[in-house]
C-alpha cells in the first residue's frame, strides 16, 4: 500500500512537470518550422513554401496563387534585415478549424523597404510535424 501511494504522489509531482516539457518541446519545435519555412520566403523560394506548408494550406489556395500573391504583397518588402519573435499562443481545436494542435507566432520585422513590419504565422500539427496554414504579414 505504501508503496502504492508513493507512486502515486510520484505521478502528481512528475506529471505536471512532464506536460509542461512536452508543451516547451512542441514551442520549441513548432518555433523551429516557422523559422525553417520563412527563410523559403526570404529568399524568395515561394513555390518551395508552398511544397512546405500543411495540406490544410494547399487545399486554401492554389501553387501558382500563392506564388503569385507573394510576388505582388511580400517581394516590394525586400530583404529581411531582422525579426524578433514577440509571441507564440498554442490553440487547442480551434473554432472553424480542424480539430487538432495550432501554433500561433508573431514577430516584429524589418525588411530593406519596410523597416517596421508584423508577421505572423499560424501552424498546424500535422503527422507529428508542425506545418504552416497561414502567414500574414503587415
Same mark, same amino acid.
Given at each position: 500500500?505504501?508503496?502504492?501511494?508513493?507512486?502515486?504522489?510520484?505521478?502528481?509531482?512528475?506529471?505536471?512537470?512532464?506536460?509542461?516539457?512536452?508543451?516547451?518541446?512542441?514551442?520549441?519545435?513548432?518555433?523551429?518550422?516557422?523559422?525553417?519555412?520563412?527563410?523559403?520566403?526570404?529568399?524568395?523560394?515561394?513555390?518551395? %513554401?508552398?511544397?512546405? $506548408?500543411?495540406? !490544410?494550406?494547399? +487545399?486554401?489556395?492554389?501553387? &501558382?496563387? @500563392?506564388?503569385? #500573391?507573394?510576388?505582388?504583397?511580400?517581394?516590394?518588402?525586400?530583404?529581411?534585415?531582422?525579426?524578433?519573435?514577440?509571441?507564440?499562443?498554442?490553440?487547442?481545436?480551434?473554432?472553424?478549424?480542424?480539430?487538432?494542435?495550432?501554433?500561433?507566432?508573431?514577430?516584429?520585422?524589418?525588411?530593406? %523597404?519596410?523597416?517596421? $513590419?508584423?508577421? !505572423?504565422?499560424? +501552424?498546424?500539427?500535422?503527422? &507529428?510535424? @508542425?506545418?504552416? #496554414?497561414?502567414?500574414?504579414?503587415?
Amino acid at each position: 500500500m505504501k508503496q502504492l501511494l508513493l507512486s502515486f504522489v510520484f505521478l502528481l509531482f512528475f506529471m505536471p512537470l512532464q506536460a509542461q516539457q512536452t508543451i516547451e518541446q512542441q514551442v520549441q519545435a513548432s518555433s523551429d518550422a516557422s523559422d525553417a519555412w520563412l527563410e523559403f520566403v526570404d529568399q524568395d523560394r515561394y513555390g518551395e %513554401s508552398w511544397d512546405k $506548408a500543411s495540406d !490544410l494550406f494547399k +487545399l486554401t489556395i492554389p501553387k &501558382g496563387d @500563392w506564388v503569385a #500573391l507573394l510576388n505582388k504583397v511580400r517581394r516590394p518588402l525586400g530583404n529581411k534585415t531582422s525579426r524578433e519573435m514577440v509571441d507564440i499562443r498554442t490553440a487547442k481545436d480551434p473554432q472553424g478549424l480542424p480539430a487538432g494542435d495550432y501554433m500561433v507566432i508573431l514577430y516584429n520585422s524589418s525588411f530593406s %523597404s519596410k523597416p517596421s $513590419a508584423h508577421e !505572423l504565422v499560424t +501552424l498546424r500539427l500535422e503527422g &507529428g510535424e @508542425w506545418k504552416v #496554414l497561414t502567414y500574414q504579414v503587415k
